[in-house]
């Protein structure tokens, strides 16, 4: 799933491309994709339909576009959602889910392989859409309160990854981010958050703000061709990852080779040196 760095580059691609566009049409290839959108496809092409997109906003992995009537185009990608800019005549990808005409003659296609994601227009949602107003800002949103973040994870009492995960507490990080920055840490993806003291707290998060930045500057991490940014190119992140995907491999801070565990039907990556594995979870 595209995490912050991720939908941060399609948002920015959108910021570059269709603001200031108006909607001229819109077709619904399939109405699987505007699922979310409760008065159906009919109702969303017509909110659409004429309204110019004045911001390109993100709140974790949420992408949305306020339009001027106040209504806003709200976003998710899913697994594998795409957002391409496209002229008209450029060929259809093979999982085209929605076209949006735009007055300069483009298009913003929604392409999505596995239709885990979707979009809908969300009303009166221009400057925070009601339908994410749970989710918590991210670590690179200038109004993040870090202190907040640190009481708020000690009063978790639960492993300090899944408490990354949990987007009511901190948004836009996923599995491949939380490993990254706990390998940066360093820290055992297990470790009770109630035990956390405060400097490994404030290292964690500015390893989460480091490592997010660092793949911002690289495009985001594209595994294989379900992720690419508006314009169909993929980042190159991959290449830099110390802990995601790198079983086996030798730590590149001490050369243990690291491992891979499973974790809430996924996997965990890291090195048994550098982030020694809990006892009785406390540590």
Known sequence: MPELPEVEVVRRGLDDHVVGRTITGVEVLDTRSVRRHGPGPHDFIARLCEQRVTAARRRGKYLWLPLDDDDALLAHLGMSGQMLISPPDAPAPRHLRVRVSLDDGNELRFVDQRIFGGLLVSPGGAELPDEIEHIARDPLDPLFDAAEFGRR?????????????????????????????????????????????????????GHLRDVMGDALDQGGTSFDALYVNINGQSGYFDRSLH?????????????????????????????????????????
């Not at 901190?170 to 491949?176: D, E």
């Not at 565990?261 to 594995?277: A, G």
């Open 153 to 205: 994870l000690r009063r978790r009492e639960t492993g300090v990854k899944r408490a990354l995960l949990d987007q009511a507490l901190v948004s836009g990080v996923g599995n491949i981010y939380a490993d990254e920055a706990l390998w940066r840490t360093p820290l055992h993806y297990a470790r009770n958050t109630r035990h956390l003291r405060t400097r490994e707290i404030d290292g964690l998060l």
């Open 243 to 283: 802990a995601y995907g790198r079983e086996g491999e030798p730590c590149d801070r001490c050369g243990t080779p690291m491992r891979r565990d499973s974790f809430m039907n996924r996997s965990s990556y890291w090195c048994p040196r550098c982030q020694p594995r809990p006892r009785n979870g406390r540590w």
